[in-house]
């Protein structure tokens, strides 16, 4: 009687767990489906009502000599904070002043070689007032980023980006989710933007990440190649035997072939010789044969200028564990894929 209490208690007890886990699939789904249908709006607007606001802020951004300022508070102020940091890192100077701070004394931080982004769902964020009074007082540009166009923030706002009115995440409709999604989605849209206009690089973006994953990321072929006598290169006309000494003694299990004018003809790799020899080659005559016979002419290269994830994207299409970089036809480096996984390129 006992056992079938507890395989009750069990079999219950997993009925429930299972039915927790339902709902809360059918919730994410649920919010999910709906902060999509949030950016589709934000999208549609940007068509239409939002057009002319964004297209001047972009202008005007790019065009101001300082930095942008963004404040807001709560939920709005996180946001705020996010878009400031990808602007900074995409080559637009920004900082997040919050408001309560700007009342005390940072405001002194603003002149009128800046430009304001104000962030307020409601427009009506008290905390924003001294900011705006400011702003109006010094003849900073405003923009204001609200979804209540006839709002204090509104029409205090030199440059208006009014957001679409959108449902919430939340079952309630209250809690801020669908409207930070687009006012987050807005901001990255204005970063991007202004990265196109200014034509902002990778090699530009990699300035201000020289640290962590991303920087591993944007590392060129360069910063990790082997160069000057690291390089395993051989004459053309060399014995096999003679070549096996660069394949091995510098360890890459391949050596270059360079004409004599320095330029890379081809390649032979410790694989060339092992396919030779069991294809019936005797050991002696592969030896004695010229390094030309046997190696892979005009081999895969690549610049020192290119990325460490694109040579490695291209090692792996072609099979190959190294490449030789060149200039004008010369081997300047040598990349093993070791380089680049020591690398933390991956």
């Not at 208690?9 to 709906?34: C, D, K, L, N, P």
């Not at 930095?67 to 878009?83: A, C, L, P, Q």
């Amino acid at each position: 009687m006992e056992s079938s209490n507890r395989a009750e208690s069990y079999e219950a007890h997993e009925g429930a767990a299972a039915q927790v886990v339902e709902a809360a699939h059918f919730s994410a789904i649920r919010s999910v489906r709906t902060e999509a249908e949030a950016l589709l709006t934000l999208a549609r607007a940007l068509d239409h009502e939002l057009k002319a606001g964004f297209g001047a802020a972009v202008a005007a951004i790019h065009a101001i000599p300082g930095r942008v300022i963004v404040s807001g508070i709560g939920k709005s102020g996180h946001i705020g904070r996010k878009i400031a940091s990808t602007l900074a890192s995409t080559g637009t100077p920004a900082s997040f002043i919050h408001p309560s701070e700007a009342s005390h004394g940072d405001l002194g931080m603003i002149t009128q070689q800046d430009i304001v982004i104000a962030l307020s769902w409601s427009g009506e964020t008290a905390e924003l007032g001294d900011l705006i009074s400011f702003s109006k007082r010094f003849a900073v540009t405003l923009i204001g980023m609200t979804s209540n166009p006839g709002s204090t923030l509104g029409q205090a706002a030199d440059i208006l980006l009014p957001l679409p009115l959108v449902k919430e995440a939340c079952p309630h409709n209250l809690a801020p989710t669908s409207s930070s999604v687009i006012q987050l989605a807005l901001g990255d849209a204005l970063a991007v933007a202004l990265l196109e206009r200014r034509g902002f690089s990778a090699s530009d973006f990699k300035l201000f990440h020289p640290g962590g994953k991303l920087a591993a990321r944007l590392k060129t072929v360069a910063q990790l190649m082997h160069a000057g006598e690291e390089m395993p290169l051989v004459p053309r006309g060399l014995r096999v035997s003679e070549a096996l000494i660069a394949v091995m003694g510098k360890r890459f299990g391949c050596a270059g072939i360079v004409d004599d004018a320095g330029r890379l003809v081809g390649m032979i790799t410790d694989g060339d010789v092992r396919r030779h020899m069991s294809a019936g080659t005797g050991h002696s005559d592969l030896l004695a044969r010229r390094v030309e016979e046997i190696m892979t002419p005009s081999p895969i290269t690549t610049s020192p200028g290119t990325f460490a994830s694109a040579a490695l994207e291209l090692m792996n299409r072609s099979q190959i564990t190294a490449l030789f970089a060149v200039e004008r036809g010369r081997p300047v480096g040598i990349l093993h894929i070791h380089d680049i996984l020591r690398a933390g390129v991956v």
